[in-house]
């Protein structure tokens, strides 16, 4: 499109890890980084569920991911950026500046109450010039160097997967979890749905995970706990093997029992405990197939029954409390259109991404007519049709964020990309095209 290409590969320093701060440029891969705090016994929680992302890459689309439920997002855990903007001024931003004093103006549309929300430039009165760069998907400055929050102390992290016959009382669990999450040191929740868990035995993952995926099953969960460091694989199992025993009442995974044993699934439940590597990698790759086993359906599909078949996939976040009903619709509708759709996502948050399995071009166009009738009920419910994976110059999307904040809200948003980026050389047409 006539722009240039940036590449952030030599921005790979960690400068400095801290107690409870890592500085670090903005090339350095999310696996590396986890890496090196994971030597230090720390933690940065808000990584997306894909580790290849670099950490300027996930400052500007707010990354959310699986912790998210415990941790919020990217944003939270961002105290200090430096950013290079078009014209080469250099920006030193640290939290805690308000916007007023900047020349940039300050947008009034309200950005959805949920717990993520990656829709344009973020907007709050009195906010501050650090949240304006996170989430600008590279259209207002580069990013070389940020200031992370980490937690002092990695915890000991156990895994729970399980396969449950009905969606209402997968549903119901969440719920319960939810609830007790302090006591259960619940981090986050994931989810499959039916249309997942075939894929997933088509292509063997089951067997080569060892996991029990049976043809009733409707849903399936991938729940993560964060306990206390010190908790060793023979206190999880003590803590498991007497659930019921008065002395353990207070204990995270004997009260994680009895909560599944209620829900009766107690004994279909997956357990990777704390220092098992080899079984919570098993259960994690579970939930990675199925992007994967997606993908993989709509490059076949693109190759052998028409190039224009591209992938048709929605990331919408609603209130919890209207999750159910969010389902409910995305099953209605995709049924209605004779669309094949798998289902899957941040279930704890309210942040579900359905996806079509085109079997035609025909598909790809009722899957997108789909995804704007979806995002117009989220907007009703008050949640937000793009949750984590930003805008890009996706005209679906770029669409739903004209729904979400109309026209004088784009005009505001192109007001801060004027102030910061007058001569519109950053990331153009991203978000929204120059001119209305
Ligand atoms: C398999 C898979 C699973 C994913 N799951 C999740 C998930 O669970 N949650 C979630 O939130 N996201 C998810 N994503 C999206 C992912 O978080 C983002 O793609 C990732 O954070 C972007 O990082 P990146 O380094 O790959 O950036 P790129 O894809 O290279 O860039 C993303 C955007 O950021 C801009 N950008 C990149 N670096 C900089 C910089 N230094 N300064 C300014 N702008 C910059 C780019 O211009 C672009 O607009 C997933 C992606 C994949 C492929």
């Not at 991911?65 to 250099?90: C, K, M, N, P, Y």
């Not at 259109?337 to 085109?358: E, K, Q, T, Y």
């Amino acid at each position: 499109m006539g722009e240039v290409v940036l590449s952030t590969s030599k921005l790979n320093r960690i400068v400095a890890i801290g107690t409870d701060a890592v500085r670090v440029q903005a090339g350095v891969p999310l696996t590396a980084l986890d890496a090196a705090l994971a030597a230090e016994g720390k933690y940065y929680p808000p990584a997306p569920t894909f580790m290849g992302a670099f950490v300027g890459g996930t400052i500007a689309t707010n990354a959310a991911g699986a912790a998210t439920f415990r941790h919020g997002v990217t944003r939270d855990w961002v105290t200090a950026l430096r950013v290079v903007l078009a014209s080469g001024e250099i920006l030193e931003i640290v939290r805690g500046g308000t916007l007023a004093s900047t020349r940039v103006p300050v947008p009034t549309y309200r950005v959805p109450a949920v717990a993520k929300c990656s829709a344009g430039y973020f907007a709050a009165p009195g906010m501050d010039l650090i949240d304006v760069f996170i989430g600008s998907e590279g259209t207002l400055g580069v990013i070389t160097e940020a200031t992370l929050r980490v937690v002092p102390e990695r915890p000991a992290l156990v895994l729970a997967f399980v396969a449950i016959d009905e969606v209402g009382a997968a549903l119901r669990l969440v719920a319960d979890l939810r609830r007790d999450a302090i006591p259960l040191c619940l981090s986050g929740i994931e989810h499959m749905d039916a249309r997942c868990l075939s894929l997933l035995r088509e292509d063997g993952v089951d067997r080569r995970a060892g996991v029990s995926l049976p043809d009733r099953a409707r849903i399936a969960l991938l729940m993560t706990f964060e306990l206390p460091p010190t908790l060793t694989a023979e206190d999880a199992f003590d803590q498991i093997g007497r659930a019921t025993d008065v002395a353990m009442a207070h204990s995270p995974l004997a009260r994680l029992c009895r909560t599944f044993d209620s829900a009766g699934v107690f004994d279909r439940v997956e357990i990777a405990v704390p220092g098992d590597r080899a079984r919570a990698a098993q259960l994690l790759a579970v939930r990675e197939a199925v992007p994967a086993a997606v993908n993989a359906r709509i490059a076949a599909a693109q190759r052998t029954i028409d190039p224009r078949i591209s992938k048709t996939a929605a990331d919408m976040i609603v209130p919890f409390d209207r999750l159910g009903e969010l389902m409910a619709l995305y099953d209605r509708e995709f049924r209605a259109r004779g669309l094949d759709a798998a289902i899957w996502g941040h279930i704890s948050d309210g942040n579900l991404h359905p996806n079509v399995l085109p079997r035609s071009f025909a598909d790809v166009e009722s899957g997108r007519e789909a995804i704007l009738a979806f995002g117009r009920s989220v907007l009703r419910m008050g949640g937000s049709p793009l949750a984590e994976h930003g805008v890009g110059r996706n005209s679906i999307k770029r669409q739903l964020l004209r729904e979400m904040y109309g026209d004088d809200g784009i005009e505001e948003m192109r007001g801060v990309k004027r102030a910061l980026d007058p001569d519109w050389k950053l990331a153009p047409g991203v978000l929204f095209t120059p001119t209305r």
